[in-house]
Nanobody, 124 residues
Framework: QVQLVESGGALVQAGGSLRLSCATS????????MGWFRQAPGKEREFVAA????????RYADSVKGRFTISRDNAKNTGYLKMNSLKPGDTAAYYC?????????????????WGQGTQVTVSS
């Protein structure tokens, strides 16, 4: 089993940047594909970005493509989501997720390990 702990959420002005981190423990991080999802109040949790376990393949939701970058450092057992040009519409709780597998995964139900979430609020 793997435990996930997100950090880095904050209140930021529109146009600003943040980097979220997802620290893991329990098993070898390099065995797990990772994803980031977000959930705004009253809305369903939605896919943001995914990365394969090697880091060689990434995918993004259209709404964040070109602004967000997903990455990972397997030596540090940590994943990242760098967010630039933030908009008020990016306001949400952000969750990292993990699962075993060599591919990348974009569906919420693909993942069986989740963090507790970190809040990102973007003011206009």
């Amino acid at each position: 089993q793997v435990q996930l702990v997100e950090s880095g959420g904050a209140l930021v002005q529109a146009g600003g940047s943040l980097r979220l981190s997802c620290a893991t423990s329990g098993r070898t991080f390099s065995s797990y594909a990772m994803g980031w999802f977000r959930q705004a109040p009253g809305k369903e949790r939605e896919f943001v970005a995914a990365i394969s376990r090697s880091g060689s393949v990434t995918r993004y939701a259209d709404s964040v493509k070109g602004r967000f970058t997903i990455s990972r450092d397997n030596a540090k057992n940590t994943g990242y989501l760098k967010m630039n040009s933030l908009k008020p519409g990016d306001t949400a709780a952000y969750y990292c997720a993990a699962r075993t597998g060599s591919d990348y995964y974009i569906r919420r139900n693909d993942y069986n390990y989740w963090g507790q979430g970190t809040q990102v609020t973007v003011s206009s």
